[in-house]
């Protein structure tokens, strides 16, 4: 009898921390999402600030897919989003002619720069559709990849009329915030540290679909 | 110092004003840039994904105090240089 009653609360408890690390929606099982988005709408910045001048970067050539069990996101979570090098942006031609070049970022010989999810390591609820998860991933820049620690927001949202302005099928919105040192990736320029920082501020927002 | 020096140190100086005076107004930005971010209109369903606001370059020039420093100092040579001939010029006459 006691083991039933053991069985029972191990069960029962298994279930609401399984329950509590993903997703309380419409949709269940495992859904995958992917972030290319013809229309660019996807969008990932970065930002260099140092005393001389601050540089602020964007591309909207994002893809990659991610996929999770909606109702245990903490323990499937995986993917790779990535971004292809030459459609970095700053505002200044020359200086994106410059980035693109050997001595930054070399797009020619590394065309890509990639986040890749190693492992969850917290997962907190949020809402019923939003999640903040700890991942570690694995960031690959210029040729060198380095294990990073990332926190980001998950937003889910079911197929409705809403979300169909946008796109078909339901909708992923990821968020996230991280840095990375230039200077850990290979990148040595003459300048890193006076007019471009060795730390970058990266910033990830965008939105995926299971239709696609 | 006579009339055509004084129209030459006059223009030289406004010249410097207007281009220190462009620069400060577009920003007093350190290099010149020839694109702006602009803010794109958020939809509602980005707002409900949790999205801040895209940003999209266009455009525009802006110019930065490397270039102005530049036209300065075209300025204060070509300047200097008139205000010598136009000094000699007069010598040569009289």
Known sequence: MRTTIKIFIFSILFFFTAYSQGFNVKATGVQTFSFKDDKGRNQTTFTSITELDEVDGTSNDVSGTVSFDVRNVANTLKGEISISTASIKTGIAMRDRDLRAPKWLDADQFPTISFTIKKVTGVTKLADNKLQVNLIGTFFLHGVKNDIPVTATLTYLDESQVTESREPGDLLGVNAKFQIMLSKFGVKNMILGSRVADKIDIGVNIVGTNKF | ?94
């Open chain 2, 1 to 94: 110092m006579n009339k055509k020096q004084k129209i030459t140190l006059f223009s030289g100086l406004s010249a410097i004003i207007i281009a220190f005076g462009v620069w400060a107004f577009q920003g007093f930005h350190l290099f010149t840039h020839d694109k702006i971010e602009v803010r794109l209109p958020q939809s509602d369903v980005d707002k409900l994904l949790g999205q801040p606001p895209r940003y999209e370059w266009v455009n525009h020039f802006t110019l930065g105090l490397e270039y102005t420093l530049a036209i300065a100092a075209v300025v204060i040579a070509a300047s200097t240089v008139l205000l010598f001939l136009f000094k000699n010029k007069k010598k040569a006459f009289s």
